[in-house]
């Protein structure tokens, strides 16, 4: 049973900057792809971005490419997010999650997940 605990997210200004942390434990983490979603008010969770174990491939949805950088410090069973540039439709609870599968975009692919942390973005 692994265990995910996100920290990290706030208000900021569009424009602004944030850096998602999800600390895993209870399993071992380079066993997972871990991946970031996030879910607006009325709207389903959708794919951020992922990363393998040995963080040689990501990939990202189109809506943050260039924007969001996924990235991982297994020494540390953590998993990050750096967001620049936001946009107030960044607005959601970003969630990580953690899949025993290569890359992969769809929620239900995922195993296990975090509470989320909520990132507000105003204009």
């Known amino acids: 049973q692994v265990q995910l605990v996100e920290s990290g997210g706030g208000l900021v200004q569009a424009g602004g900057s944030l850096r998602l942390s999800c600390v895993a434990s209870?399993?071992?983490?380079?066993?997972?792809?871990m991946g970031w979603f996030r879910q607006a008010p009325g709207k389903e969770r959708e794919f951020v971005a992922t990363?393998?174990?040995?963080?040689?491939?990501?990939q990202y949805a189109d809506s943050v490419k260039g924007r969001f950088t996924i990235s991982r410090d297994n020494a540390k069973n953590t998993v990050y997010l750096q967001m620049n540039s936001l946009k107030p439709e960044d607005t959601a609870v970003y969630y990580c999650?953690?899949?025993?599968?290569?890359?992969?975009?769809?929620?239900?692919?995922?195993?296990?997940w975090g509470q989320g942390t909520q990132v507000t973005v105003s204009s």
């Open positions: 999650a953690a899949s025993l599968y290569g890359i992969r975009v769809l929620p239900t692919q995922y195993r296990y």
């Open positions: 209870g399993g071992t983490f380079t066993a997972y792809t």
């Open positions: 990363v393998t174990w040995s963080a040689s491939t990501t």
